[in-house]
């Protein structure tokens, strides 16, 4: 699953292999998940979206969530910018 999200995120940035150290640290990685009101599924969501961060070497990632559960996706692009 892990490969496949990597996978996902470097065809969206128009890449077909990891990218070299530090060229994607300028970069902010928001993932939308789904957001439920299971604390450990969200904290499952954000733990591979830390662990794509730190395999991709994006230099700042979040989790933002779709659903029911903080921060949605409006309020987690409004921290992002900030």
Not at 5 to 24: A, M, Y
Not at 49 to 55: A, H
Not at 68 to 76: A, E, L
């Amino acid at each position: 699953m892990l490969n496949a999200f990597q996978t996902r995120i470097l065809e969206s940035l128009g890449l077909n292999e990891t990218p070299n150290t530090g060229d994607l640290y300028d970069t902010m990685l928001v993932v939308v998940g789904r957001g439920t009101s299971v604390v450990e599924a969200n904290a499952e969501a954000t733990k591979l979206t830390r662990i794509v961060c730190e395999n991709l070497g994006f230099g700042w990632s979040e989790t933002v969530c779709s659903g029911v559960t903080y921060p949605s996706v409006g309020r987690g692009l409004e921290m992002a910018v900030n």
